[in-house]
C-alpha cells in the first residue's frame, strides 16, 4: 500500500512536464533551464550511494521520533513500523533501479520520507519541540536586539546580523550532526552555535560584496524564504528582517506551507509575528503598515523547487517588485538552487552540516555557504 502511495506521489509531484505557470517563481532568470536540484544522484553514483546510506541509516531515529511526537494514541506503534516499511521498501526501489521516480536527488529522498510519514498520519513529527523552541527563543529575542543596536559601525552591524542568521541555521533537526548535539546539551544557544560555525574566510564568501551593497540605495523588496524554528526564525532570521526594514526594504517571510523537519510553517511563524510584535515596534509597525507580510511558499518538503510555489505568493512578487531574493539552509539553498539564476540580487546563505557533503564542496563540517549574486 505504501509503495503505491508513493509512485502516485512521484507522478503528481516529480512530474514538471505540465507545470502550472502560475506557480512559476517570476524572478528566474531562465525557468525553462532551471533545476531546483544541486546533484543528480542518477549520474553520480558516489553521492547516490552516500545518501541512500545516509537516510536509511536514519530510519531508526524516525521510528523514534514518530513514536514520541503521538505516543498516546494506541495504533502509534503500528503505524511506526509502517512507516519503516514504507520507506525502507522505497529506497529499496532505488537501489534497483535508480531511475524508478524519473529523476533521483536528496530533495527526492526527503520528500519520499515526508510522504512515508504523512501515509501514516505522522504530520507533523516536531510540533512540541517546535513549540517549546519558539517560546525560548522569543524570551531572548529583546536582549539579542539589544545586543544588534548597541553596534553603532554600520558594517561591524550586519556582519553580527549575517553571522547570526547563519548560527541560527544550525538548530536544524533534520542534520545528524545537530540533533545529536541538541539531544545532549539542553544549553547550546545562539552563543554556542556562533562559537561552532565557521570562522571567516568563509566557504563561500561573499559578505564584504553585500556589505558593500548596503552602502548603496536600499532594495524595494525582499523575499525570503526561511528554514527553521526556534532560535533559527526568532533569533537569526527576525533581527535581520528587522534591519531591512529600518532601511525601508519591505519583506516577504515564505514560509512551508506543510510541515517537514522542525521548519518553521506559515501558520506557525504568523503566531511568531504576532507575538514579536509585543517585543519589537518595529516589526509591529511594519506588520500594520503592510510593509512585512508572511506568506505561504507552497512547498511540503524541506527543500525548495522554485517551479511549484504558491500562485498568491507569485503575484505578491510580481506587485511588490521583489528586487532581493533570500534563501536560507542547506534544503532550499544547498540541496536546491545553490546554481540557480534570478532576475534579481539574491543571498544564498547555509551552514554545511554533514561531513561527507562538505568534505565533496571543498570545507570542513560547519563551513559556511554565503553566495551573494547580483
Not at 250 to 274: F, G, H
Request: net charge negative.
Amino acid at each position: 500500500m505504501q509503495i503505491s502511495y508513493i509512485s502516485d506521489y512521484s507522478k503528481t509531484i516529480l512530474n514538471t512536464k505540465n507545470m502550472d505557470d502560475s506557480r512559476l517563481c517570476p524572478l528566474l532568470r531562465d525557468p525553462a533551464a532551471y533545476n531546483p536540484d544541486t546533484l543528480d544522484l542518477i549520474k553520480d553514483t558516489e553521492a547516490r550511494e552516500f545518501w541512500l546510506d545516509c537516510f536509511e541509516n536514519l530510519i531508526n531515529k524516525y521510528v523514534s521520533y514518530a513514536l514520541q511526537s503521538d505516543s498516546e494514541d494506541s495504533t502509534v506503534e503500528t503505524r511506526a513500523q509502517r512507516f519503516r516499511k514504507c520507506y525502507v521498501e522505497a529506497i529499496g526501489k532505488i537501489r534497483d533501479d535508480p531511475l524508478c521516480y524519473g529523476i533521483l536527488s536528496v530533495r527526492l529522498l526527503l520528500d519520499l520520507k515526508e510522504n512515508c510519514l504523512r501515509s501514516q498520519k505522522f504530520d507533523d513529527l516536531w510540533l512540541k519541540q517546535k513549540a517549546t523552541e519558539n517560546d525560548a527563543a522569543l524570551n531572548k529575542l529583546s536582549d539579542r536586539l539589544k545586543e544588534i543596536d548597541s553596534i553603532d559601525e554600520e558594517d561591524n552591524k550586519w556582519t553580527e546580523l549575517c553571522n547570526g542568521l547563519l548560527a541560527g541555521n544550525m538548530f536544524d533537526w533534520g542534520a545528524r550532526a545537530i540533533s545529536e548535539i541538541l539531544e545532549t546539551n539542553s544549553n547550546f544557544g545562539l552563543k554556542e552555535a556562533l562559537g561552532k560555525i565557521q570562522k571567516r574566510p568563509w566557504l563561500v564568501d561573499g559578505l564584504d560584496r553585500w556589505l558593500n551593497r548596503l552602502k548603496c540605495t536600499p532594495h524595494t523588496c525582499s523575499a525570503i524564504f526561511v528554514d527553521n524554528s526556534g532560535v533559527d526564525i526568532v533569533l537569526g532570521v527576525l533581527p535581520f528582517v528587522r534591519q531591512l526594514l529600518l532601511r525601508n526594504t519591505n519583506v516577504i517571510l515564505c514560509a512551508n506551507s506543510k510541515p517537514a523537519l522542525n521548519d518553521t510553517t506559515y501558520r506557525e511563524l504568523t503566531d511568531i509575528l504576532i507575538r514579536v510584535s509585543d517585543i519589537c515596534q518595529v516589526i509591529k509597525e511594519a506588520l500594520e503598515d503592510g510593509r512585512l507580510i508572511v506568506m505561504e511558499n507552497g512547498q511540503t518538503g524541506p527543500c525548495l523547487d522554485l517551479r511549484t510555489l504558491d500562485t498568491k505568493l507569485c503575484t505578491a512578487m510580481r506587485d511588490k517588485n521583489v528586487d532581493l531574493l533570500i534563501i536560507e539552509g542547506m534544503g532550499r539553498a544547498l540541496h536546491t538552487n545553490l546554481t540557480a539564476e534570478f532576475k534579481c540580487e539574491c543571498l544564498k546563505m547555509a551552514v554545511v552540516k554533514n561531513p561527507w557533503l562538505a568534505k565533496r564542496l571543498g570545507g570542513d563540517i560547519f563551513s559556511v555557504i554565503f553566495q551573494y549574486e547580483t
